[in-house]
C-alpha cells in the first residue's frame, strides 16, 4: 500500500471517518501485515522510515502537549469556579449589617446647668435642657453638637 494512502487512512479511522470501502482497505492491509510474504511500507532504518516516525512523534507529542495545556486550564477553571462560588455564597450569607456600624442604645444626658444640642444622623437636631435625656435606637458613632 501507498505511504500517502496509508496515513490518510490511519488518518481517517483516528477521526472516525472512514467510510466502509476505506475500513475495508486498512482491514486489508493490516490482516496482511502478519503475512511474511508482504514486504513493510518502509525498510528498516532507512531515510524514510526514519522521517516517517520522526514526522508521527512530532504529531504525537504535540496532541500529549495540547491535552496537558487543557487539563491545566480546565484545572484553573475549576479552581477560579470554586473560588467564585465560595465569594457569592459568603456575600449571600454574610450578615447584612456586618460592614456597617453596630446598633445600639444612644444614650444623651444633660447634667449641667446649660443646654446641649446633640444632631442626630437623619440630620434633626434635639435640644436637652438641663435634667433632661434621650435614648434613642441609632448607630453608636452619632456625631454630637454643642
Known amino acids: 500500500m501507498d505511504p500517502k494512502r496509508l496515513d490518510y487512512l490511519l488518518e481517517q479511522h483516528r477521526l472516525n ?15 496482511a501485515l502478519d ?46 469556579a470554586v473560588l467564585l462560588a465560595g465569594l457569592v455564597i459568603a456575600y449571600l450569607v454574610w450578615p447584612e449589617g456586618q460592614n456597617k456600624a453596630d446598633k445600639g442604645t444612644a444614650l444623651a444626658t444633660e447634667a449641667t446647668g446649660s443646654t446641649r444640642y446633640v444632631t442626630l444622623p437623619d440630620g434633626s437636631t434635639v ?20
Open 35 to 80: 503475512d511474511p510474504s508482504v514486504e513493510p511500507v518502509y525498510a528498516e532504518d532507512t531515510p524514510e522510515a526514519k522521517a516517517y516516525v520522526a514526522r508521527h512523534t512530532k504529531q504525537i507529542m504535540s496532541r500529549i502537549a495540547s491535552q496537558r495545556r487543557g487539563r491545566t486550564l480546565r484545572m484553573w477553571m475549576k479552581v477560579a
Open 17 to 31: 471517518r472512514l467510510n466502509p470501502h476505506e475500513e475495508a482497505e486498512l482491514d486489508e492491509w493490516y490482516e
Open 127 to 146: 435640644i436637652l435642657s438641663k435634667g433632661s435625656s434621650c435614648s434613642l435606637c441609632v448607630d453608636l458613632a452619632i456625631p454630637t453638637g454643642i
